[in-house]
T-cell receptor
Framework: SAVISQKPSRDICQRGTSLTIQCQVD?????MFWYRQQPGQSLTLIAT?????????ESGFVIDKFPISRPNLTFSTLTVSNMSPEDSSIYLC????????????FGEGSRLTVL | QQQVKQSPQSLIVQKGGISIINCAYE??????FPWYQQFPGKGPALLIA?????SEKKEGRFTISFNKSAKQFSLHIMDSQPGDSATYFC????????????FGSGTRLQVQP
């Protein structure tokens, strides 16, 4: 299994500010995925981050709001920009198992509360 | 994203009973169907998964039943325990192209002692 570390684990933010979430994986992976889990809700894919190329965003998510960096094969960041209370969610980083079994592993998540 | 429908939204089961959660999908390209378990404050953890070449997979007290023609799959938790109380998500994905998973809406399971 992959070990995924996310920082911060939680934060309380003020409206209008931006916060960057870091995701570190213990092995090199081609694709990293960022999901959002709103309170009591399911997981929604925000974007797929490939090293060396622009992230691919899902419908309803845009780069200006959720810029992503992928500087190498073990690290990615997701920024939540100009936050509003509606952005209060758990943001999860995930990667496929390097054994190519299709298993998707998740970090513990970053719980953001926007006041 | 292609939709995966999950039911029930919540479930209360007595200790020792059977918990059953159902999911249905639309996209026939899906060929990988995992179930995730999530405890409060934690990320989802893979519980068990199945591919459409088999109709059932069992791991301990957890069983996935898969009906390809109906495009449905379900999770059965036998001898449910209070420690099983968590939120369960079904998901579906396509191995080809290694796309990310599409998740169901989740089922909050409470096992009463």
């Amino acid at each position: 299994s992959a070990v995924i570390s996310q920082k911060p684990s939680r934060d309380i933010c003020q409206r209008g500010t931006s916060l960057t979430i870091q995701c570190q994986v213990d092995s090199q992976v081609t694709m990293m995925f960022w999901y959002r889990q709103q309170p009591g809700q399911s997981l929604t894919l925000i974007a797929t981050a490939n090293q060396g190329s622009e992230a691919t965003y899902e419908s309803g998510f845009v780069i200006d709001k959720f810029p992503i960096s992928r500087p190498n094969l073990t690290f990615s960041t997701l920024t939540v920009s100009n936050m509003s209370p509606e952005d209060s969610s758990i943001y999860l980083c995930s990667v496929f198992s390097h054994t190519n079994t299709g298993e998707l592993f998740f970090g513990e998540g970053s719980r953001l509360t926007v006041l | 994203q292609q939709q995966v429908k999950q039911s029930p939204q919540s479930l209360i089961v007595q200790k020792g009973g059977i918990s059953i959660i159902n999911c249905a999908y639309e996209n026939t390209a899906f060929d990988y169907f995992p179930w995730y378990q999530q405890f409060p404050g934690k990320g989802p953890a893979l519980l068990i998964a199945i591919r459409p070449d088999v109709s059932e997979k069992k791991e301990g007290r957890f069983t996935i039943s898969f009906n390809k023609s109906a495009k449905q799959f379900s999770l059965h938790i036998m001898d449910s325990q209070p420690g099983d109380s968590a939120t369960y998500f079904c998901a579906a994905g396509s191995g080809t192209g290694r796309r990310a998973l599409t998740f169901g809406s989740g089922t909050r399971l409470q096992v009463q002692p």
